[in-house]
Nanobody, 125 residues
Framework: QVQLVESGGGSVQAGGTLRLSCAAS????????MAWFRQAPGKERERVAS??????????YVSDAAKGRFTVSHDYAKNTLSLEMNRLKTEDTAMYYC????????????????WGQGTQVAVSS
């Protein structure tokens, strides 16, 4: 049984930093993708960052909105996906979800089979 457990969300002022973690169990991270998505009220769930692991390599992706501010990484030994979020903006406010799937990473959230419960990030001005 696959479980994804997110942690690290919270409230912060604009310009601040948060670090999210997603601990995976029952999921083999090989030729597989783990990703961070976010969903603001009334908006579609969008991919923020992802890591595709294959042949001992990690291929990372960070969205244009997050590039230069967010860093995604995966600790293979702990099977934990992390998202370091710096210089947070009010528009980063959303519920952040960890998703996982076998195979390559995709933009569309509905192509991910496994999901965590989400962790709220609130950025105030």
């Amino acid at each position: 049984q696959v479980q994804l457990v997110e942690s690290g969300g919270g409230s912060v002022q604009a310009g601040g930093t948060l670090r999210l973690s997603c601990a995976a169990s029952g999921f083999t991270f090989n030729y597989a993708c783990m990703a961070w998505f976010r969903q603001a009220p009334g908006k579609e769930r969008e991919r923020v960052a992802s890591v595709y692991h294959y042949s001992g390599l990690n291929e990372t992706y960070v969205s244009d909105a997050a590039k230069g501010r967010f860093t995604v990484s995966h600790d293979y030994a702990k099977n934990t996906l992390s998202l370091e979020m710096n210089r947070l903006k009010t528009e980063d406010t959303a519920m952040y979800y960890c998703g996982a799937r076998s195979g390559a990473c995709y933009v569309r959230y509905f192509l991910f089979k496994f999901w965590g419960q989400g962790t709220q990030v609130a950025v105030s001005s």
